[in-house]
């Protein structure tokens, strides 16, 4: 793909690189044929005060003894950062052949033979990749979008330096893919600094650039063993941050899509660590008010548990029935597609654990308003599984549920939720016929009370009104 938008490089055409965005031509005095690059930057590579360079040639046009020293020039090259928020119509030349240089370095990664990479090229290829993403260019566009968000309540913006994060990006992840890559000698540059600053950059606001950091430490977290503990406590901690402190974060879904992976992959039987993220962690996220924005990913990484361990169903129903929503129908529509996902993977043992106050919520939700959720509580009658584990304590759950049903049947404003509820009973009628007259009685002798209460306290009333008209006269 990279081969076909390589642009072609003039071999002699000089440039010059300054602070103010100016472009001037290379000295008369060189005019020999070799290639030239200098730069004079800060130790960190972060900010480029000057680079002068002339464009150095194409590394097909070079013969193999030299190709490895012109890749490394063709990295420091393109440690040059531009800003292209503060000044984003100047230097277009110059940002022109920095991007065909990246796009030659990353063909370069993809098509090189079977020889491992050298410390010399893994060194300079993290220098050149921390020259580009953690720069100060690259923090101040998060800084300004994020106070951009928080003052206009948008939904996220695009990196305006993207033509060039995005072969960056690339080339990281070709880097770290290759399997010239050696591990052992890439965790020297790839260490844990480096990866701790490539989590922060989860929080950007620029979709694409998450999905590529999504990828990327999917790779590293496969490649290098000896990181997978930090990098999991890691985005616990960042993770803590937004349940308990800040509820904003970008990346969260990444970050959930990742752990999913990783939940995948735990050994059995579960350690001690992993069943309090559970509980530290999956489960409070649920609390949060954007969890539409991530309850897809972080369904899967609960459920992901439920399934390695049975035992751990009537924990995570219980932990849901905690934060269940109380005005937000949406979110409770969501927690009722999560639940029965959690109860086809529980067994019986588990269930009856947690049925009764389990019961309770969806008798809650059958006795909605909100026709949408009434209607999806209705639903759970619709999996086999579900109702297998009702069937088996219908005794204990059918007189909780019993009332919410009756009333849907009889008094629900909306049709759909009324026709549900008839085929429910139906189904609960025909399962165990003497309990349903027995909860049906019931129910009718309550609402005969209730309703003697009603006239009961009427009546008082009415005579304590009356009693104070009299008084009054």
């Known amino acids: 793909m990279f081969k076909q938008i390589l642009g072609k490089l003039p071999k002699k055409t000089s440039a010059k690189f300054w602070d103010n965005g100016e472009s001037q031509t290379p000295d008369n005095n060189n005019q020999g044929g070799d290639e030239v690059l200098s730069q004079r930057s800060s130790s960190n590579g972060d900010t480029l005060d000057c680079v002068s360079f002339d464009v150095l040639p194409r590394l097909r046009d070079v013969s193999i003894s030299e190709k490895q020293e012109l890749f490394l020039k063709k990295l420091r090259l393109c440690c040059v950062v531009f800003d292209f928020v503060a000044e984003p119509q100047q230097n277009f030349k110059e940002k022109e052949i920095k991007r065909q240089t990246l796009l030659e370095v990353v063909d370069y990664v993809i098509s090189s033979g079977n020889g491992k990479f050298p410390e010399s090229v893994i060194q300079e290829a993290t220098k050149m990749i921390s020259a580009n993403l953690f720069s100060d260019p690259h923090r101040q566009w998060k800084n300004k979008t994020s106070e951009a968000l928080d003052l206009e309540e948008e939904e996220g913006s695009l990196n305006p330096s993207w033509p060039h994060l995005q072969i960056v990006y690339e080339f990281l992840l070709r880097i770290v893919a290759s399997p010239n890559t050696d591990p052992k000698i890439s965790?020297?540059?790839?260490?844990?600094t480096f990866v701790l600053k490539l989590l922060d950059l989860f929080d950007s606001e620029d979709p694409r650039e998450r999905e590529y950091l999504k990828t990327i430490l999917h790779r590293i977290y496969g490649r290098f063993m000896v990181h997978r503990p930090f990098i999991r406590k890691t985005m616990n901690n960042i993770l803590y941050d937004f349940i308990f402190e800040t509820g904003k974060h970008s990346g969260i879904a990444e970050f959930?899509?990742?752990?999913?992976?990783i939940i995948n992959g735990f050994a059995l039987p579960l350690k001690e660590e992993h069943k309090l993220f559970l509980t530290r962690v999956l489960i409070p996220l649920h609390k949060l008010k954007c969890l539409p924005n991530y309850h897809q990913q972080l369904s899967y990484c609960v459920i992901q548990f439920v399934e390695k361990d049975c035992k751990l169903a009537d924990t995570v129903i219980r932990g849901m029935l905690k934060y269940w929503p109380v005005t937000n129908s949406s979110k409770e529509i969501m927690f009722l597609n999560e639940l029965e996902e959690i109860l086809e993977a529980t067994q019986l043992t588990e269930f009856e654990r947690c049925m009764i106050p389990l019961?309770?919520?969806?008798?809650?939700?059958?006795?909605?308003?909100?026709f949408q959720v009434a209607e999806r509580a209705l639903y759970l009658w619709n999996n086999d599984h579900v109702t297998n584990l009702v069937r088996q304590n219908s005794r204990i759950i059918l007189p909780i549920v019993f009332p919410a049903l009756e009333k849907n049947g009889s008094s629900h404003w909306n049709q759909a939720v009324k026709n549900l509820t008839e085929n429910v009973l139906k189904v609960l009628s025909d399962t165990n016929p003497d309990l349903f007259e027995e909860c049906l009685r019931k129910f009718q002798e309550d609402q005969q009370k209730a309703e003697d209460t009603k006239k009961k306290n009427g009546e008082t009333w009415k005579q304590l009104e009356e009693i104070v008209a009299s008084m009054a006269k």
């Open 359 to 370: 019961s309770r919520q969806i008798a809650q939700c059958l006795s909605s308003s909100h």
């Open 187 to 192: 965790k020297k540059y790839i260490d844990h």
């Open 256 to 261: 959930l899509e990742v752990l999913g992976s």
